[in-house]
């Protein structure tokens, strides 16, 4: 039998993804499954893109340009200017979601082995990303109790190498719910100025900022142009996730020339969403001011509550829709499958994302998972009460197996 | 300035697009440009998959399972069994068109620096997804003069060293037409498993077949299974190219759990898509008779208005809706620039793709272009026309620049 890659080997199975199966048993099985494994938002999509779906006429669907059509792209650098960003439609490739910008933008910088710094814990993709394009994740530590702040710069400068091309940062945080503040922001301007590095910021979060909070996107640092890249999405923005479209942002030419090629490879981005999320752009500012709402009280809800669960510890998110749980278990994957498996709490039990996945150290969180607040209110106090018998029942079992 | 990566100057521009540029002056100054270029067809996508997404009820425009939905996959090994595949629902992972089928493939039996053969001229982007994914075309010659039918078997097998991991056919032939005999299949199939290596080939055009021909999938072939891998696409199919959705089919089963990994690492292809897609299937057996009818008529007036021009080769294909024509001029880049940036015959140009993109040996099919005969019979008459009287003209043009 011809033999699998070694990089296929490599490829982590997606911690997000990878426990369906048992969820899919727990269903048959008649047990409600609460979804905080995903980022798959409850929340209405803006009938402005639904009815752009609905109204179009097309007759031949057709091929896009591979950087996304000129008209959506001119409203896209409209929408940034609305966020301090200021960037020209032609400084915008329009992606196949923020996975697709992200391995153009990986293909695009780094060569085999090359290495790219992130804060962990961090979005588990990128995991896969990067063995995908062969390059190595070198990770910097932040820390829970520190609520996933930036770690010292100096840290950073301790790993850099000749083979470290970039540094790339999630703002706001998937999984820690973290966002930077401006002076994080300057604090990366400068090292990546210093040893000449690419800043690459996934923001597709940017809009979720909480407590009066504001986002500050790396293109607005001055001075940072032939650096900082932005990764993009419609599809937490929108709750757009079945779009598939998001984009690369970078006044770098020669890096959006050499983007633009592996653009090409692909031939374009799919043609019914970019429609969807062009129209996107016309939902009323009144959608964010509800959905912010709605998401503060949910992580208000789901913090308070698994504050009451006895060794839990969480770290106030401020951005973005996730956090991370420090359990009172030694290892949330079999803890997880278990929950899918054999718990249940009159019928009804939770999915979650083991944290370890969210690492690259190997043996780091292996104690904690990524909760996603994308579920309303009282659904959220549900999966608190079953996480919270849950972690009773755990330690029953476990402390008999051990007698 | 941070540098751009060695892969990422490695990445070909695409023969397909690059002049698009240069298109669009033309068409700014008012010149009509008849685009050969792509294959992309001008025949009306199928009404089922159009009133699909026209009637489409989703709320939240949520992700997809990362393999596509079963219901959608149900259907796909439906449509399969009347082509004489066998296969089943879990044999398929739909992907974000035939390009991301490639890329997965690539990735989960190669290695950097591995290697595939490939009969050439061959689809451009393959050379685009070998140097993403960091491994080798070793191409194997084929040739006008025998309508670029299979090179002989030993051809290969001078070709097979350790690094060799697999043989990747496109069938009928982009940009070829060429269509392989159920021999030429067994021959292939012969040598994978002589060598133990995957046979990949790339059957998006499946239906496109003249002269009464059949298309043979190598997933027909008997004891093949280990070794067999389809990519395929609903692109061409029903002239959905801005869909998006492809799929990969194999029942190797840890191949299959190996590309899986990759498709969640990027979460689902587009969901609008999907419908679409999905909706296509029940497309009426008479939109493909006629689209056959079609298409033969279009490549009987192509080849027989080229052969009527002096010093043009051109070989007649037996499938999909291509050729390659050799012209009498030195190289076919700086023709297919010319044509848009100095040549109209009568305020109309055309828009080809030079063939040397088509090839990874250096050099080969500099006198080359590809053709898609995706316009109505008519235009494509207009265009010999104006490939005629600019082969005239360029002719006489270098005569003077070398007196």
């Given at each position: 039998m011809p033999k699998i890659s070694a990089k296929g080997h490599a490829m982590p199975e997606s911690p997000i993804r990878k426990l369906v199966p048992f969820a899919e048993i727990a269903k048959k099985r008649g047990t409600k499954v609460f979804h905080l494994n995903i980022g798959q938002p409850d929340i209405k999509t803006p009938q402005v893109a639904l009815d752009a779906i609905k109204?179009?006429?097309?007759?031949?669907?057709?091929?896009?340009?591979?950087?996304?059509?000129?008209?959506?792209?001119i409203k896209i650098a409209n929408y940034y200017s609305k966020h301090n960003v200021n960037v020209k439609h032609d400084d915008i490739i329009v992606t196949t979601g923020g996975s697709e910008a992200l391995l153009f933008t990986f293909g695009s910088i780094m060569d085999a082995d090359d290495e790219v710094i992130i804060p962990e814990p961090f979005y588990a993709n990128y995991n896969g990303f990067s063995t995908a394009s062969g390059v190595?994740?070198?990770?910097?530590?932040?820390?829970i109790d520190t609520g996933f702040a930036l770690p010292a710069i100096e840290e950073f400068e301790k790993l850099i190498t000749p083979k470290t091309k970039a540094i790339l940062i999630c703002n706001p945080g998937n999984p820690t719910g973290y966002l930077y503040s401006k002076e994080e922001i300057k604090q990366l301007a400068a090292i990546v100025k210093k040893y000449d590095l690419f800043l690459v910021a996934d923001e597709v979060y940017r809009e979720f900022a909480y407590d009066g909070l504001t986002?500050?996107?790396?293109l607005a640092e001055n001075d940072l142009d032939d650096h900082a890249i932005v990764i993009d999405s419609v599809s937490k923005r929108y709750s757009m996730c079945g779009a598939r479209i998001g984009c690369i942002v970078s006044k770098n030419k020669a890096f959006m020339a050499t983007a633009m090629k592996f653009a090409q490879a692909r031939l374009s981005p799919p043609t019914y969403a970019q429609i969807a999320s062009e129209a996107a752009l016309d939902t009323p500012d009144s959608y964010f001011t509800d959905v912010i709402e709605e998401y503060t009280e949910r992580r208000n809800t789901l913090i308070s509550e698994l504050k009451k669960i006895d060794g839990v510890k969480v770290a106030t998110p401020k951005g973005a829709f996730y956090c991370i749980a420090e359990l009172p278990i030694a290892d949330a994957d079999t803890f997880a499958q278990w929950l899918l498996e054999e718990f249940n709490l009159n019928g009804e039990t939770i999915m979650v994302a083991p944290a370890a996945g969210f690492y690259s150290t190997p043996g780091v969180g292996l104690n904690q998972i990524r909760i996603a607040y994308v579920l309303k209110k009282d659904d959220l106090i549900s999966s608190a009460n079953i996480l919270k018998a849950a972690l009773v029942a755990y330690k029953a079992i476990n402390e008999v197996a051990t007698v």
């Open positions: 109204n179009n006429n097309l007759e031949v669907l057709a091929y896009s340009r591979s950087e996304g059509s000129e008209e959506y792209r190595n994740i070198v990770p910097v530590m932040s820390s986002h500050h996107s790396v």
